[in-house]
């Protein structure tokens, strides 16, 4: 971090299945470096969305240490690829609708406990239509869709599909939905990445500018490998940092970091308890 000039990192453990060993590491990290570690409860790979993940996620929040909860992996695109070093990395494909039971509960846990929570959902026909629904009945769970970038998917997951969302949409949901936010970390389709990438279309620097306190960086490092290749991380930085480079000061500036601030602190609303509809 202090290499690549990273003052905070919000911190999700991946490692094993859920449960108080993940976020043990998550709080080891934190209780070393307090002023650069945000602790979150890691999500990641949690899948269904059970009775018992949500009454350990309510728990865990209720401790006061976690300040979100993240990825949900809504809808997830598995892959497997191979590094250059000689390590795979490997994904799951998940499928968790954000209109479904699970997720509505974990909405309801994070506005209850004035907690973020991060959503890695592609953009398909049928997963925009329930993140409104889910957003319609949860007027105040601050949310942060990952990844919406130049580069992202739209309805598949292959190199045709890269580029191909449409910023108007994004626009629209925003605009919607004031508890609605987005990062522009390069997550799945960062594997389609080519040279001319390195610059925001015009269309994509109009909606950041736009909207320039909903969005915020991100790196996505999912794989221990990214961490341990010293390129993998400055790679991400490096492309966030171009991105942002396009963008008027006031923006960068938002986006690397006033932005998350005051997501942080700003509470939309009274912390009352959640009626699980999961059984
Ligand atoms: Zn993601």
Known sequence: MDELSVRKIVLMALKSKWGPAREQRTLAAYERYPDRVIPFIGLNGVSPISRDVLEYVDGQLATGKFRGVGEVLS???????????????????????????????????????????????????????????????????????????????LDGSTAQHARKADPDQIADLLEKFPNLYADIAP???????????????????????????????????????????????????????????????????KFAAENFERILVDQPSPGSPCEFLTK
């Not at 221990?224 to 960068?252: F, I, K, M």
């Open 75 to 153: 809808r997830h695109y598995g892959f497997s690829a191979e590094t250059g070093a000689g390590t795979s990395l490997e994904a799951g494909d998940y499928t968790i609708p954000m209109d479904s039971p699970g997720v509505q509960d974990l909405m309801c846990l994070a506005a209850k406990h004035n907690a973020v929570l991060i959503v890695h959902m592609e953009t398909t026909a049928a997963t925009v239509p329930a993140l409104e629904r889910a957003l319609q009945r949860n007027p105040t769970t601050k949310v942060i869709w990952a990844h919406q970038t130049h580069i992202k998917t």
């Open 187 to 253: 997550g799945f389709e960062s594997r389609y990445l080519r040279s001319g990438d390195g610059r925001l279309p015009d269309r994509w620097k109009d909606l950041y500018e736009r909207y320039s306190d909903r969005f915020v960086v991100g790196l996505d490092g999912p794989f221990l490998a990214s961490w341990e290749e010293p390129t993998g991380v400055a790679r991400s930085a490096t492309v966030v940092r171009n991105w942002l480079s396009d963008l008027s000061p006031s923006t960068q500036a």
